[in-house]
């Protein structure tokens, strides 16, 4: 497997560049305070130092400010290709995250509520970002459902999750990381709100058949759950069960093989290593 080198010249005057004083850059709701903003820049700041914190490639941690649990997002450090797409051609992972929280908002779908987010850049490299929105505790996430199949109003439930994501197409919104983690759930008696996090990759305009039922692909590995969010996606829609069934199922299947030949590839990668 080869990777990408840039000439030797050009090499030397990237890591030069590496080493200028990095630039801040941040932006905040607009309902946030100075005092606010002053404490939460010095927490991103020593970010580091924090203790805890979840995550391989991107770190999460959970800190109390005032009143308010935040979520902060460090986003792995990019690549050197990235480091220079990011600067200039390319909107961050956090600032993407951001700005699709609020879209969503203003679209009246859940998302927990955007905070801030900051870069730190060179003149010639991007470095590191952070996304911060506040900690939403949730009951499950859809994760549980593809696992606890005796959950509570388990059909409902899934159901329900089903007409949210319906919901999502029809207003133009095409969730790219669509995946069992990325939705939390949280319960009101006999009803369920949705969640999304994991924003960065997101598309919006009119979606047609086959981007719909492909946005299902990632969720499951389970036959009788994907016949279940088929059932529940033509009464949406009015569409024919077994076309979307024959489609979804079809999408899910090409999905896990793909995710498993890669699985394996990095797996006999490693060991050549």
């Known amino acids: 497997m080869c990777c990408f080198k840039f000439p030797v010249g050009i090499q030397n005057f ?29 927490l991103i700041q ?24 935040l979520n902060i997002k460090a986003f792995k450090i990019p690549n050197i290709v990235n480091k220079i797409a990011y600067n200039f051609f390319r909107k961050s ?24 987010y900051f870069e730190y850049k060179s003149l010639f490299l991007f470095n590191k970002s952070f996304y911060v ?16 199949f ?5 059909d409902e439930m899934l ?17 790219l990381d669509h995946s069992p983690g990325n939705t939390l ?40 759950m994907v016949e279940t969010m088929s059932e529940e996606y033509a009464k949406c829609t009015g569409e024919d069960y077994n076309k979307i069934f024959n489609l979804m199922w079809r999408e899910t299947e090409e999905f896990q093989q793909k995710f498993h030949r890669k699985k394996r590839l ?3 990668f490693k060991l050549k290593k």
């Open 14 to 42: 990237i890591e030069q560049a590496y080493f200028i004083k990095m630039k801040e850059i941040k932006i905040f709701d607009k309902n946030l305070d100075s005092e606010f903003k002053s404490e939460l820049t010095k």
């Open 46 to 69: 020593n970010f580091d130092s924090i203790k805890g914190g979840e995550g391989d490639r991107n770190i999460i941690k959970i800190v109390k400010l005032k009143a308010s649990n």
């Open 93 to 116: 992972k956090a600032q993407r995250s951001f700005e699709y929280a609020n879209k969503l908002i203003a679209l009246k779908v859940g998302t927990p509520k955007p905070i801030a």
């Open 133 to 148: 929105s506040e900690q939403l505790d949730c009951d499950l996430t859809y994760r549980e459902l593809t696992k606890k």
């Open 150 to 154: 005796d959950y509570p109003d388990y």
């Open 159 to 175: 159901r329900a999750f089903t007409r949210f994501t319906y919901s999502l197409h029809k207003k133009g919104i095409h969730f």
């Open 185 to 224: 759930i949280k319960r009101h008696g006999d009803s369920y709100d949705f969640y999304l996090v994991d924003l960065n990759r997101m598309n919006f305009g009119i979606l047609d058949f086959e981007t719909r039922i492909k946005n299902f692909s990632r969720l499951t590995t389970h036959k009788f």
């Open 266 to 268: 990095k797996k006999k």
